[in-house]
C-alpha cells in the first residue's frame, strides 16, 4: 500500500496568511493526488484534484502543485472560512489511501 | 443537484452484521463509480472501497476485504455496504462519496459497534 505523510500535523496561522500543507508518498503515485478540506461536524469536501486541479466552486487562492511523491497545497490568503483539517488522497494505486490530515487553526 | 443520503447506521452488538444504504440523485447514478469512506471518532479518513458502474469492478482495502462487500442497483440508484463480524475497531462515521475523485459526499452515517 501506499502511505501519505502530511505535514504538519498542525498548523497555526492568522488571516491572510500564506500556508502550505504538504503531502508526500511512498512512492511514485503520477499526479493522482487529491485534496479534501473537512469542517468540524461535515463531509469532507474536494478542493484540488490531480495536483492542480481546482474543484468547481473553489476559491483561487486555493492551489496544488507537486509531482512524483512530493505534493502540496497553497492557501495565499487565509481567510476566516478556510480553518479546519486538510486531508490528500492518492487514486495512484489499489488501495487508494489518504493522508493523516492537517489541522489548520486560528493562531 | 447531486444528493447522497446514507442510511442504516445505529448501534450494533460485537459480532453482528449490518447494512449501509447510500440513495443517489441528481445525476446519472450508473455513469459514476462509487465508494465507501469511514472516520473513526477524532481519527482521519479510511478509504473502504469502490465498485464500477455495472459492479464488475470492485476494490477494498485489504484489510476490510474479508468483512465488507460493495454492492450497487442502478434501477434503484443505491449503493450499499455490506459490513460482517463487526468489532468495535469499526465504530465511525461511514460516508459514500461519488466518483473516483469524490467530488460528491453524502452527509454520512454514524455506526456503533457495543455490546
Known amino acids: 500500500d501506499i502511505q501519505m505523510t502530511q505535514s504538519p500535523s498542525l498548523l497555526s496561522a492568522s488571516v491572510g496568511d500564506r500556508v502550505t500543507i504538504n503531502c508526500k508518498a511512498s512512492q511514485n503515485i503520477n499526479k493522482y493526488l487529491n485534496w479534501y478540506q473537512q469542517k468540524l461536524g461535515e463531509a469532507p469536501k474536494l478542493l484540488i484534484y490531480n495536483t492542480n486541479n481546482l474543484q468547481t466552486g473553489i476559491p483561487s487562492r486555493f492551489s496544488g502543485s507537486g509531482s512524483g511523491t512530493d505534493y502540496t497545497l497553497t492557501i495565499s490568503s487565509l481567510q476566516p472560512e478556510d480553518f479546519g483539517t486538510y486531508f490528500c488522497f492518492q487514486h495512484n494505486s489499489w488501495p487508494w489511501t489518504f493522508g493523516g490530515g492537517t489541522k489548520l487553526e486560528l493562531k | 443537484e447531486v444528493k447522497l443520503v446514507e442510511s442504516g447506521g445505529g448501534l450494533v452488538q460485537p459480532g453482528r452484521s449490518l447494512k449501509l444504504s447510500c440513495a443517489a440523485s441528481?445525476?446519472?447514478?450508473?455513469?459514476?463509480?462509487m465508494g465507501w469512506v469511514r472516520q473513526a471518532p477524532g481519527k482521519g479518513l479510511e478509504w473502504i472501497g469502490e465498485i464500477n458502474q455495472d459492479s464488475s469492478t470492485i476494490n477494498y482495502t485489504p484489510s476490510l476485504k474479508d468483512k465488507f462487500t460493495i454492492s450497487r442497483d442502478n434501477a434503484q440508484n443505491t449503493l450499499y455496504l455490506q459490513m460482517s463480524k463487526l468489532g468495535s475497531e469499526d465504530t465511525a462515521i461511514y460516508y459514500c462519496a461519488r466518483g473516483t475523485s469524490f467530488a460528491y459526499w453524502g452527509q454520512g452515517t454514524l455506526v456503533t459497534v457495543s455490546s
Open positions: 441528481g445525476f446519472s447514478f450508473n455513469d459514476y463509480w
